[in-house]
């Protein structure tokens, strides 16, 4: 078995594509700068993570040695409580939230879900797919949810257990929802009972990083929290780690032993690839290498903010975020470096492999569309 | 960044241990055959095929274009209405079940899900997880579906409608439900609205080569097939296709279009690396390829029906199956092998990686192990 002669040349053409592609990347958050080479062999295998990462079955070609490991790091990070948290690599952020709510659904039948219009598109599919009652908070300009939108609307539900869906990093403009102030709203409304699910996709890789540090863990009363594995971590197939304190694990898997399994995960057959990417990332970078590496692309996206104001752009971005927020420029613009864009807004997200290079090509880029416009024209 | 001596130690005794037990693997549906060795440089670029296939977003690094090429493989190959089908890439059978279920939910909130006793234990977690009704049918002892006690179940609640879930191949005997005579129980019970989803996860991948052809797919009167990727495909990830009737789908997205999108894939960001997997196995192989492939390995199950009988084992398998189902044997061999077990059978499941002398050498040592036993023992 082997491809054809015209096959073959896909495949090369479609790796040029790549190639020229990855070059003028500046609007996802994707990272290309950590070379995964050294795994190649193990996709010789057909690893399987089945399950829970923490039991044994027959089959031995998974990774769950590695994947545990990964899972203790990402435990530390979170500031889990020690011994008392479960989770598994999932195969993105999206089923790592998936999981996150279908606890507090289960911990809570009668909850509500509140959740702010800047959250992904994904979380109102999530939310219908689960069948959750739920309602949609006001935002800050920022990003940020608007707390106060968040006390008036819990306010008149208090006989619902309120289910806080944070972002920690929304998609557009990097906007971090503080627990701790969420923690505020509710003890001020005396709802003993609730459940805060952090959204950690994009600032989960480097939130522990940041000083000072955001209200976004487990110390800070986080219920569950999904981290992407593809996003900060680079890793080349799409992942993610979900972590959620054990005690809501094991009554959920309570409820489900009823049909014969304490299996809990989303996903049966499990990706065993990309726990190995993960370790690979934290093994071979470490947190200082991974610290260091954070502190390079801020300093670029510092650098990105600076210089487009300088050149008269308004630009902006939230405290200690990898995100700038710009006016949305020419479509060109956005399709050539596949900007990411929102009404009259774009950004780029100076994620580690982007380069000041990259910036001021793109700056350049964005003013000599400017000019190209016939003056007087309303953009 | 690289890793110290130590972890790259722990990497190489890792492929050493994978080496090793994929040598001693014959009871789980996963296939070892096929070398993807030229799709690695892909690794190399986050291919990311987020939403739907047959739209285009600003991201270019994505592998749409073959992905929308193994769809209309699968759609050929399940007699799918010409135009009229949509799917995706998943990460699995059980995305491709939850999607079906997800879709005949939406179809029919009133609706009651049938599924058999040999069903996969994720079907009633799905099903959980989906927040649907139903009910578990009695199975035959060959794994089909017992179509008397689906017959009486539904004839008492013909004021649901009813949601049958189909196994084509269920997991310990390979049991295969036919879709046509259910669509002839549901005809006598002029219950004209109904929905069959065909969980296809191991036989999708060859059922169309089967002479005579299993009742299976869309022509038979399914309304959306999942199919396993890493199963008869040999994908080293796992993955698998959802296809459903479009019209199914445009009702869905519809009701899902006031959220705000008309994505209704489960996963948010979705690997772009698999369809290049299948994409290369569909076009090295084709279909004579595929064909001759699957008449091997039945050939391997065949032979090893036929020896463990002349070897006085109760050996048995279903006509045209890749699992030959036997007692189970003592732990220790079981363990050696990787074989599934449930109660008081086991099985190997012949895939076309299965040599006839890996059979024999575990026929081998049944044999052993039942000399072993002391004379008189119970097994």
Redesign the interface.
């Known amino acids: 078995?082997?491809?054809?002669v015209t096959?073959r040349g896909r495949?090369n053409r479609?790796?040029e594509?790549?190639?020229e592609?990855?070059r003028v990347?500046l609007?996802?958050p994707?990272?290309?700068d950590?070379?995964?080479?050294?795994?190649?062999?193990?996709?010789?295998?057909?690893?399987?993570n089945v399950g829970d990462p923490f039991a044994s079955g027959?089959?031995?070609?998974n990774?769950h040695a590695?994947e545990r490991e990964v899972l203790e790091f990402f435990a530390e990070m979170t500031q889990a409580p020690d011994g008392q948290w479960w989770g598994y690599v999932t195969?993105?952020?999206?089923?790592g939230n998936l999981y996150g709510m279908?606890l507090a659904r289960e911990l809570f039948p009668d909850g509500i879900v509140y959740f702010s219009r800047d959250s992904?598109?994904?979380v109102?599919?999530n939310l219908?797919?689960?069948?959750m009652r739920n309602i949609m908070i006001r935002s800050q300009p920022n990003g940020e949810m608007d707390y106060e939108d968040l006390r008036e609307t819990v306010r008149i539900r208090r006989d619902a257990t309120p289910i806080i869906f944070a972002n920690i990093g929304t998609t557009m403009k990097e906007g971090r929802d503080d627990i701790g102030i969420i923690q505020g709203v509710l003890d001020e409304l005396v709802m003993d009972k609730r459940y805060i699910h952090s959204d950690a996709a994009l600032c989960g890789g480097y939130a522990a990083f940041l000083e000072p540090r955001p209200a976004w863990d487990f110390a800070d009363g986080a219920d569950s929290i999904s981290i992407?594995g593809?996003k900060f971590f680079?890793?080349?197939?799409?992942c993610g780690i979900v972590l959620a304190k054990r005690g809501h694990v094991d009554r959920i898997s309570h409820s489900?032993a009823y049909?014969?399994?304490r299996?809990?995960t989303?996903?049966?057959?499990?990706?065993g690839?990309t726990p190995m990417v993960l370790w690979?990332a934290i093994?071979?970078?470490g947190v200082d290498?991974l610290r260091r590496r954070l502190h390079n692309a801020m300093a670029v996206a510092d650098y990105a903010e600076r210089e487009f104001r300088a050149a008269g752009i308004e630009a902006h971005r939230n405290r200690a975020a990898l995100t700038v927020v710009f006016p949305r420029p020419a479509q060109a613009v956005?399709?050539k470096w596949?900007?990411?864009?929102a009404g009259d807004i774009a950004h780029i997200i100076c994620m580690p492999h982007v380069t000041r290079a990259q910036v001021d090509a793109l700056l350049q880029d964005i003013l000599s569309e400017r000019g190209r416009a016939a003056p007087g024209d309303p953009k």
């Open positions: 078995m082997s491809l054809n096959d495949l479609f790796l594509h790549l190639e592609s990855a990347e609007g996802y994707v990272a290309f950590i070379d995964y080479k050294p795994l190649e062999p193990f996709l010789g295998y057909s690893l399987n027959h089959y031995r070609l990774s590695f195969n993105g952020g999206t089923e279908y992904h598109y994904s109102s599919k219908h797919f689960l069948g992407s593809h680079a890793s080349p197939i799409p489900v049909i014969g399994t299996d809990t989303i996903s049966g057959s499990r990706n690839f690979y093994r071979s970078l290498g956005c399709e596949q900007l990411a864009a």
